[in-house]
């Protein structure tokens, strides 16, 4: 007979093979046309791919899933203004398939923001170059249109930030939980050297210190919630500033 104690280890340790398995993490990031190879040019996270929730959002993990964002070592990413960057989040840091992109649960918005290397992500530095949530044309979240295309997302690199080196910071929010006990972040940061002519220094903000725990965005549920959904965070940066 098979004991109760056994089947119970079982069912725990499948419950969290499981829960593992539902986080994500960004794999590599790269130029249109160019290679995504496995952690180049990354800052990689000593969180693996779980997430951070509302009672993490000021600990400094929150800039990157990392302790630090010291970028002494890493080579940057060159990347013209205009170009187009690619993100692409897999389960885990494997030889990944399609299907192990993300839970189709996990609907939610992406967001990327850049911030000087020189900074290091310390103090008001922050600004958010990318949003987007929900589309009701396709009824499809940002992260699900991520997995629907192997875990890609892609953005345009302003034309008029000043040319630097810079932590890009991509990241996913899922809000399956959010109205229970919460949004689950998986923010992951690069580094990467932007080429051009612009002359734009946009205003920063402070990684930890954008999201509250009580910001309307990060407590809805993805079938539950107001159109426009409200993206929490920083604005985007101003163009015309």
């Given at each position: 007979m098979v004991s109760f104690c056994f089947?119970?280890?079982?069912v725990l340790a499948t419950t969290s093979a499981f829960l593992v398995n539902a986080h994500t993490q960004l794999y590599a990031f790269g130029v249109e046309g160019g290679s995504l190879?496995?952690?180049?040019?990354?800052l990689v996270t000593n969180m693996g791919n779980a997430p951070l929730r509302l009672t993490t959002l000021n600990d400094d993990e929150l800039r990157c899933r990392s302790k630090s964002t010291d970028t002494t070592g890493i080579t940057p990413l060159t990347v013209a203004a205009g170009s187009t960057l690619s993100f692409k989040y897999y389960h885990a840091h494997t030889v990944a398939n399609s299907h192990e992109v993300l839970p189709s649960s996990h609907s939610g918005p992406c967001t990327v923001h850049l911030a000087p290397a020189s900074s290091n992500g310390e103090g008001d530095v922050w600004f958010k170059i990318f949003e987007?949530?929900?589309?009701p044309k396709t009824k499809e979240w940002c992260a699900i249109k991520a997995r629907n295309n192997q875990g890609i997302?892609?953005?345009?690199?302003?034309t008029d930030i000043k040319p630097d080196t810079?932590?890009?910071?991509?990241?996913?929010?899922?809000l399956h939980q959010g109205a229970s006990?919460?949004?689950q972040l998986y923010p992951n940061c690069g580094l990467i050297t932007i080429t051009g002519t612009g002359k734009l220094?946009?205003?920063?903000?402070?990684?930890?210190?954008i999201y509250s725990s009580t910001d309307v965005g990060l407590n809805m549920d993805r079938k539950d919630f107001t159109t426009p959904y409200p993206i929490p965070g920083a604005p985007m940066y101003n163009a015309k500033s």
């Open positions: 089947i119970r280890a079982v190879t496995k952690n180049a040019h990354m987007e949530s929900y589309d997302f892609s953005i345009k690199i302003p810079y932590i890009v910071r991509s990241e996913l929010i899922a006990t919460g949004a220094e946009p205003k920063g903000y402070p990684i930890p210190g």
